[in-house]
């Protein structure tokens, strides 16, 4: 049985789009990767869509944080 996590896998790499603390630090091309790998999910697919997703991805990186509460 083979236990090791898959730090190769490009997902690892382009995961800081996922993260919200993290979200300055990702670019388009981390966004691009995970519409191309899941494109059932993202409907991100051609050149102007793509546009679309840089015009989001900016709107993501410069939204202001929201404080968050856990009880």
Known sequence: MHNELPLEDPLIKHE????????A????N?????A?????????HGPEEHDLLGEEILN??????????IN
């Open 30 to 34: 981390d966004a691009l990767y995970f």
């Open 25 to 28: 630090e990702s670019d388009i």
């Open 60 to 69: 993501f990186q410069t939204m202001p944080m929201i404080p968050c509460r």
């Open 16 to 23: 800081i789009f996922v993260d919200v603390r993290q979200r």
């Open 36 to 44: 191309e790998r899941f494109p059932h999910l993202l409907p991100y």
